[in-house]
Each structure stands twice: as C-alpha cells, then as structure tokens.
C-alpha cells in the first residue's frame, strides 16, 4: 500500500473497536502517525500493539476538558494533527413514547457533544497544519449513518444525533473549506460492530437481531477503506458526503 499519509498525524475517537480500531489500522497502513482515542485504555492498548506505533490516549469525549487534553497530547506527542476521525457513537433505539430519557442524554453526550469537543479543540491544529503540513491540507471526516438521511419508527433520537451530524458537517464545510481543511460526512449503513449491542433485549430481538440475520453488513474493514479514500484525495480534491451500503439493505 502506498504510504500516502507518511508525515501526517490522525487522530480517531471510538477506537478501541469496530470502525475506529479498523480505520486506525489502516490509516497507519497509509503511513499516518495514529492516536487513539477511547474509554477502555486496554482495548485501545490491544489496537495500539498491533500497529506498533500508535499512541494511546484514554479520554471521556463527551467531558470537554478530557476531549481537550486528547487533543492536546497527541499534538505533544507528535508534534502536530493534520487529521481529526470522529467516529465515536451510541445508537440506543426504541419508542419515543416511554422512553429512558437518560438513553437520549447518553446518545446525545456521545454523538453531539463529543464530536464537537474534540472538533473545536482540533480545529486550529488542523488549520494550521493545512497551511505548512507535507500535504497542505487537513482533513476531518465525521462518521455518521444512514441514520442521517433516512428517519425511521424507533430511530427518533438516533435520528436526531446523526441528522445534526450531517448538518454541522456542511456547515463547518464551507466555513473552512476555502482554508483547505476539508469537512466530511460519511454514513454508513449496516456494519458488524458492537453498536447495537447496548441496546436492551427486546430492542435488540425485535429491531437489530431480525436486520442481522436478513443482511449481509458491512464490515468495519468496509467503513475504513471509505475513510481512507476520503482522506487520501489530492489536495484540490473534497470527498463532501460518502454513503456506504450493504448491497442487499434497502
């Protein structure tokens, strides 16, 4: 694989597993200088051995000041970022009518409020970095889901957090664009990761394990390879929106 991001510093939330361990892999694969971003320092102490050069920074984004000192070691570490990869979530479903409002909070604190912790810390490092880095350009790529285009029965706070994900994306898009860091979204649907397994039993049988077992998802290996892609366009290019299906979901 072509080292395309040699120099270059990411760093990815949620990357103890799933998408963001994946997408870790293999933006170092590209050459990147990786930090990882998470609760659970051993999982992420697992992903960081296996790329061998990772730093591993256990950090409670949805606590502004943990986002902010995230930020702030691996710019110590490294000495700079040139890439920010929210990809951070909660998806906790079922009715609106009854529901655990504590669900929303959580889902709200993880999904909103993370993404913008870590974004407004990061923001001037990847501002500057777009100005003298070895690429002249900085990225952030915000994982959202087709739960940003599409709203169903049973969705409705999820839908709201990926739906505000893709409207922040856009706006801060053509705030910074002109500036060269660009401003991605990219929703996935489908995806063999532990995402649903936080949700309770009878949401889990009667909403998520039916899905799973009539689709063929994606893999998180799937997920990275579009961040990837995303990341490693030439600097006159933008990848503004990437949508990633399971061919047979609907």
Do not use: C
């Not at 990882?36 to 296996?50: F, P």
């Amino acid at each position: 694989m072509a080292s395309t991001l040699t120099g270059t510093v990411a760093l990815v939330t949620g990357a103890s597993s799933g998408i963001g361990a994946a997408t870790a892999r293999r933006l170092a694969a590209h050459g990147a200088a990786v930090a990882l971003v998470a609760r659970r320092k051993d999982r992420l102490q697992d992903v960081a051995d296996e790329i061998g050069t990772a730093f591993v920074v256990e950090a409670d984004i949805t606590d502004r000041a943990q986002a902010e000192h995230a930020v702030r070691q691996t710019v110590e570490h490294f000495g700079r970022l040139d890439i920010l990869i929210n990809n951070a979530g909660l998806m906790l479903l079922g009715p609106v009518v009854g529901a655990d409002a504590e669900d929303w909070d959580r889902m709200i604190a993880v999904n909103v409020q993370g993404l913008l912790h870590t974004t407004h810390a990061a923001l001037p490092h990847l501002l500057n970095a777009a100005e003298d880095g070895p690429r002249r350009v900085a990225d952030v790529v915000n994982i959202s889901s087709i739960a940003g285009r599409v709203a169903w029965s049973g969705y409705g706070v999820y839908n709201l957090t990926k739906f505000g994900v893709n409207g922040f994306t856009e706006s801060l898009r053509q705030e910074i664009t002109q500036r060269h860091v660009r401003v991605g979204v990219l929703e996935p649907g489908g995806v063999d990761t532990e995402l649903g397994s936080h949700n309770r039993s009878e949401v889990r049988e009667a909403m998520i394990d039916p899905f799973y077992r009539q689709t063929e998802v994606l893999a998180p290996d799937d997920v990275a390879d579009g961040v990837a892609y995303m990341v490693t366009r030439p600097r006159h290019a933008a990848v503004g929106e990437l949508w990633i299906m399971p061919t047979d979901q609907v």
